[in-house]
């Protein structure tokens, strides 16, 4: 009996980037964004945008969409990094929060009545949650996504958001809406 799972090749990679690593202190994300974007294994942010290790936290969650859990850890993160700066320059704006979706989503079969009631009942999950989480034209759930985060009362005003759209086609990433605060 084999113990190789499906883990084990990354583990080997794992293994290859334990030799060139440095442990950074916890601390303000060097690119000052924290990325908002769907879980597909097409779209990795960090390959997409080009990020490094320590630049920017990715929240990923089906389809890349602002939800309270999302709110939640911003909050929670933003208060994070207000203390950790010691609050200084109160003024200043601790990070951006770029919220990207991108074409294909596969949760655009969710605005499908009738593949909706499915995978309610395969899964569990409200059917209101999955109608919620569809993203059949990325242009207009970025917007409205960008829209929720800035009307809630626990988004501190020193961050700022964007939202983008990723093309699967291209591998290009457009500004939808430019950088707003609350």
């Known amino acids: 009996m084999s113990n190789m799972t499906n883990m084990t090749g990354l583990l ?3 293994e290859q980037f334990t030799r060139t690593y ?7 994300p060097t690119a000052q964004v924290v990325v908002v974007a769907c879980l597909d294994h097409r779209v990795d942010p960090a ?13 990923r969650n ?3 969409r602002v939800t309270q859990a ?14 950790l700066s010691g609050a200084q320059g109160a003024a200043d704006t601790l990070f951006e929060v770029a919220v990207i979706h991108h074409t294909q989503c596969g949760t655009g079969f969710l605005a499908d009545p009738g593949f909706r009631q499915l995978t309610a009942a395969a899964t569990g999950l409200p059917e209101a949650a999955l109608e919620a989480s569809a993203v059949a034209d990325p242009h207009t759930t970025v917007k409205a996504d960008v829209e929720r985060l800035l009307a809630s009362p626990l988004l501190s005003p020193r961050v700022s958001v ?7 086609a291209t591998g290009r ?10």
Do not use: C, M, W
């Not at 440095?22 to 303000?28: E, F, P, Q, V």
């Not at 390959?47 to 936290?57: C, H, N, T």
């Open 12 to 14: 080997g990679r794992n």
């Open 22 to 28: 440095t442990s950074a202190a916890l601390g303000l």
């Open 47 to 59: 390959i997409v945008l080009g990020l490094k290790l320590g630049e920017a936290p990715v929240i």
């Open 62 to 64: 089906a389809g890349g």
């Open 70 to 83: 999302v709110i939640d850890d911003i909050a929670f993160f933003a208060f994070l990094i207000d203390q």
């Open 162 to 168: 964007s939202g983008h759209v990723y093309d699967i």
């Open 173 to 182: 990433v457009t500004t939808t809406l430019d950088t707003r605060y609350p």
